[in-house]
């Protein structure tokens, strides 16, 4: 099974015992204004904004939420200016890259060298990380809800890459461009999903021992509280049988 599908397995876990919906709506939400007030509110004009929405949708926002924030990024209701920042980091052997949307750069700025200081981390040098991620579709679905094989014949219909099963998740990757297709074949065919996103995936991922996850996986736990962080991506392997908690 590849890293990067681990890498979601364990991330779903994680987001679904810490019950943090409200922390992921507040994210996507952000996404979404920023993607209306840089390219306009029509969806099927804006590629930023359509896939803002349909990862928006994966997650099972309601159509109201995504709307309100739609208008609020072309200025028919009142909203915040955010900016977009990337940073790179290193922790030991494994490379971290976080996406920040925020509305005080400065505030960002310290919260995030603040979180990878007292993790033992620091910054890279720019295009040190991103040269290792590609980008990838990537959805998930209960897998105590689906089997495999169900969610398998819908998705490669649609153009999936490939479909597996770990940890009770589904787990669908696709290329970007087969995102939507292979998303519209899933919903078409009535599948509930746990998310749906372009996400950064890496190349090669980077084996490391448990002891090492645990710390790469508890300094993205921090990163990921933190309101102006959107995302965060890492290269490492998560080893078979690894336990997060």
Partial sequence: MSGHSKWATIKH???AADAKRGQMFTKLIKEISIAAKMGGGDIEGNPRL????????????PKDNIDRAIKKGTGEL?????????YEARLGEA???????????NRAAADVRNILTR???ELAKAGSVTRLLTRRGLITLDGEKYTEDQVM?????G????????????EVTT??????????ALNGKSFETLSAEISMVPESPVPLDNDAVGKVLKLIEKLEDNDDVQNVYSNIDIPEGFDPE
């Fill in 78 to 86: 009142e909203g915040v200016n955010y900016e977009e920042l990337t």
């Fill in 50 to 61: 359509r896939t803002a929405v349909l990862k928006a949708r994966g997650a099972n926002m």
């Fill in 153 to 157: 014949e819908a998705a490669l219909d």
């Fill in 13 to 15: 876990k994680k987001g």
């Fill in 175 to 184: 290329a970007p461009e087969d995102f939507e297709p292979v998303l519209n």
């Fill in 119 to 121: 993790a033992g981390a």
């Fill in 95 to 105: 490379a971290i890259l976080i996406e920040v949307l925020t509305d005080n750069r």
């Fill in 159 to 170: 153009g999936a890459e490939d479909v597996s099963l770990s940890d009770g998740i589904v």
